[in-house]
């Protein structure tokens, strides 16, 4: 790389804004977008994904599996968020009423209650 494409690179930093973000999924969705798909090939797998939920035939075994080794690589266990009880505090506080989880969940207000109950059964047990 030559003088001019770093200040070139510096230059395009600086208009485009400085940002600082410590994140390996940040890191890995931008130098994917920036050196091998574009912006919205990505968004268009994203919305995809979102769109068709938790449903999914892995016809290729190995490389369902190689995908679940990327994600607990870049995310370990560990540093996953409890959403069982995130959710459930939200709920308790009466931030997020049961049926909106449950449409957001596509499940019905019943199952999610089971659910919350299991969750705060955990979170009770947990804490003694």
Known sequence: ???NSLRD???LRV???EVEHNNLF???FYELM???LTPG???KLVRSVLDGGKDVTYTNGWLASYSI???ERLWPASEQPNFAKLITALSDQGCIPVPAIADV????VERVERILSVARLFAQAGAE
């Open 105 to 108: 969940m596509g499940t019905s």
């Open 41 to 43: 090939a990505v968004e």
């Open 9 to 11: 690179n510096n230059r």
């Open 69 to 71: 080794d990327i994600v």
């Open 26 to 28: 940040v890191s890995f």
């Open 15 to 17: 208009r485009s804004g």
């Open 34 to 36: 920036r050196d091998h």
């Open 1 to 3: 790389m030559g003088k």
